[in-house]
């Protein structure tokens, strides 16, 4: 049988009055905090209980509206409040570094060359497309804006007419489009020859297509080397745009590169349009055209000083021969 006589003598009660008859014993003890407090546990087990003062709630409080009317810093080295309205004006900085990006991107879009517009006018209202051409020593390279938001990339489609073979690429001679297979001869309105076309044109799915951009070329150009169309890329603008018209916001370029031609091997023809209409560009202040003169004036000073110095080192060395061969002969006559 079971001996259930030890659970006589336990004694049970609910009371957590300190003066009770339990304060001794190690059952638990619960202590409402009325005020903000804190609990301390010793290594020993003993726990300690310290209670705020009465006006230290209301001191934190204010300690932390205080910090809430001065703007903080992140990451502050000393980790104390900064005062933002002495900082630089991150809004008026990124505008002024917008700018200078699409300045520098403008100079590179148009390095020895320019900017047109070219206009769409069949649509109401009237669509204007940039323009940027730019040239080296080499090609040239005419750029196209458009927005995607109207003329999906992947309905782009452009054509280059009258580009001569690779092989031929040194042998540019003759009368506009007479030296091309450009078979319909064409000439602008004033009787100028044309050496080919371009034509950039958008394609929908009803097989129509929307004219982006034509014009006839002013000068030869020729086909690189086993390729039998012209090179053309899309790539981004790089131009920020702050119109909120998403019309006018020409995201893409049609990128044309294209080679020139030249009469006779060794010789640089630097264009002053790339399409004949286009307003010209003074050919004497193209950049890339002064740096070559003076770096040939340059090399040109360096040959001439070399010449000079190597000239007089020779003359003193045929005086310094002379002058023994002379001495050399006084000796023997004395003989």
């Known amino acids: 049988m079971v001996d259930y006589s030890k659970w006589d003598a336990m004694k049970f009660s609910d009371s957590d009055s300190e003066g009770s008859d339990n304060d001794g014993d190690d059952g638990p003890r619960v202590t409402s905090l009325n005020q903000p407090g804190r609990v301390t546990?010793?290594?020993?087990?003993?726990?300690?209980?310290?209670?705020?003062?009465?006006?230290?709630?209301?001191?934190?409080?204010?300690?932390?509206?205080?910090?809430?009317?001065?703007?903080?810093?992140?990451?502050?080295?000393?980790?104390n409040a900064v005062d933002i309205s002495s900082l630089p004006n991150a809004a008026a900085d990124s505008g002024k570094n917008i700018a200078q990006q699409k300045q520098k991107r403008e100079e590179q879009l148009t390095r020895n060359g320019g900017k047109h517009t070219t206009t769409i006018s069949t649509f109401q209202p009237p669509l204007h497309l940039p323009v940027y051409w730019s040239q080296d020593r080499y090609v040239v390279t005419l750029r196209?804006?458009?927005?995607?938001?109207?003329?999906?990339?992947?309905?782009?489609?452009?054509?280059?007419?009258?580009?001569?073979?690779?092989?031929?690429?040194?042998?540019?001679?003759g009368s506009g489009s007479m030296m091309t297979d450009?078979?319909?001869?064409?000439?602008?309105?004033?009787?100028?020859?044309?050496?080919?076309?371009?034509?950039?044109?958008?394609?929908?799915?009803?097989?129509?297509?929307?004219?982006l951009f034509t014009g006839l070329l002013p000068r030869p150009i020729h086909?690189?080397?086993d390729e039998d169309e012209v090179e053309f890329e899309i790539e981004n603008s790089g131009i920020a745009n702050n119109d909120d018209v998403s019309e006018s916001c020409f995201d893409r370029f049609v990128s044309i590169t294209m080679t020139k031609a030249v009469p006779m091997q060794g010789l640089v023809l630097w264009w002053d349009c790339p399409i004949i209409g286009f307003p010209k560009i003074d050919v004497s202040s193209i950049k890339d055209r002064k740096v070559s003169s003076d770096a040939k004036s340059s090399s040109s000073k360096d040959d001439n000083n070399s010449n000079i110095a190597k000239k007089e080192a020779f003359q003193k060395a045929w005086d310094e021969a002379h002058?023994?061969?002379r001495e050399k002969m006084k000796k023997k006559e004395k003989q």
């Open 223 to 225: 086909l690189n080397q």
């Open 144 to 173: 196209v804006g458009f927005p995607t938001t109207q003329f999906p990339s992947r309905t782009i489609r452009v054509k280059v007419v009258g580009a001569l073979k690779y092989e031929d690429r040194h042998s540019a001679v």
């Open 41 to 79: 546990i010793g290594t020993d087990g003993n726990i300690q209980i310290g209670q705020s003062s009465p006006g230290s709630s209301s001191t934190h409080q204010q300690q932390r509206e205080d910090d809430n009317d001065l703007p903080v810093v992140s990451g502050s080295i000393s980790g």
């Open 182 to 211: 450009y078979i319909s001869k064409q000439s602008d309105d004033d009787g100028i020859p044309s050496y080919g076309s371009v034509t950039i044109v958008s394609e929908s799915g009803n097989d129509q297509e929307i004219v």
């Open 323 to 325: 002058e023994m061969f």
